[in-house]
């Protein structure tokens, strides 16, 4: 009986051992978390996660002699994972904002963007500081976590002048919006465009909501990872990789 007590525990030790050296994380292997819900930077097409942050981020792992593994994950549930070390890095369109730099580290800026406003053609909101005026009470709708939902809590949910109505996507917002549900929505310019092409019957307000930038987030404690990146984005800046990409989803309006 002993010795049958004796095998069992080395074989428990053994599958124990295997499990562990199964789940090691493989050095060559870099896994990006992204949300593929936000055209052109990053969207499904063919089952495949296309869009400019997928493209840099291959043209990175590339340079780096590492190969690309892109995790579609919640946009809510991005950063937190790469602060907790689930993936190596995140390219989702995220801005960079100081509450976020509070949970991770962001490389340098690789683009640049604009929260704007949808809303139905003939809409008594005309501009950004509509939102603003006093007694308007408007119904926003945003994407969960982006800072879209960020900057309307604080400028207006906050303030009382109005509500945030919030989605997991930015179609579902796009989509309460038609519904009459919200009274506009506030999101990225290049989906808005997206999303204003495929629905009749809404428009882009000329004024943008505020500017941002975009950058990579990385763990706090990877900064050799951090330094690696943010090398090799300069030589993609550089060589006009990185602004060809951007071309490649995003035309030069004529």
């Known amino acids: 009986m002993k010795k049958i007590i004796a095998l069992v525990l080395v074989m428990l030790l053994a599958l124990t051992c295997m499990a562990g050296c199964g789940a090691k994380k493989d050095d060559n292997v870099l896994v990006m978390a992204t949300n593929a819900e936000f055209p052109p930077y990053e969207y499904m097409e063919d089952g495949k996660i296309v869009g400019i942050d997928a493209e840099i981020a291959a043209a990175i792992a590339e340079k780096l002699g590492k190969e690309l593994k892109i995790e579609n994950v919640d946009f809510d549930s991005i950063v937190i994972g790469v602060q907790e070390g689930k993936y190596d890095f995140a390219m989702a369109g995220l801005t960079v904002t100081e509450d976020r730099k509070e949970q991770v580290d962001f490389t340098d800026t690789y683009a640049t963007g604009k929260q704007v406003i949808i809303v139905k053609e003939g809409s008594k909101i005309t501009k950004a500081d509509d939102l603003f005026a006093e007694g308007a009470n408007h119904k926003i709708g ?12 604080w400028d207006i949910e906050d303030e009382k002048l109005g509500t945030v109505e919030r989605y997991n996507k930015g179609a579902d917002a ?17 989906p808005a465009k997206v999303f204003v092409e ?19 987030a990385v763990g706090k404690k990877n900064t050799e990872l951090m330094a ?24 030069a309006e004529k």
């Open 142 to 153: 945003v994407q969960l976590a982006t800072t879209g939902d960020l900057y309307c809590t």
């Open 174 to 190: 796009v989509i309460a919006l038609q519904s009459g549900k919200v009274d506009c929505v506030v999101i990225d310019n290049e």
């Open 198 to 216: 495929q629905n009749d019957g809404l428009k882009i307000l000329e004024t943008e909501y505020i500017i941002e930038d975009y950058a990579a």
């Open 228 to 251: 690696d990146i943010n090398g090799a984005l300069k030589e993609l800046i550089a060589d006009g990789t990185v602004q060809k990409i951007i071309d490649k989803y995003i035309p």
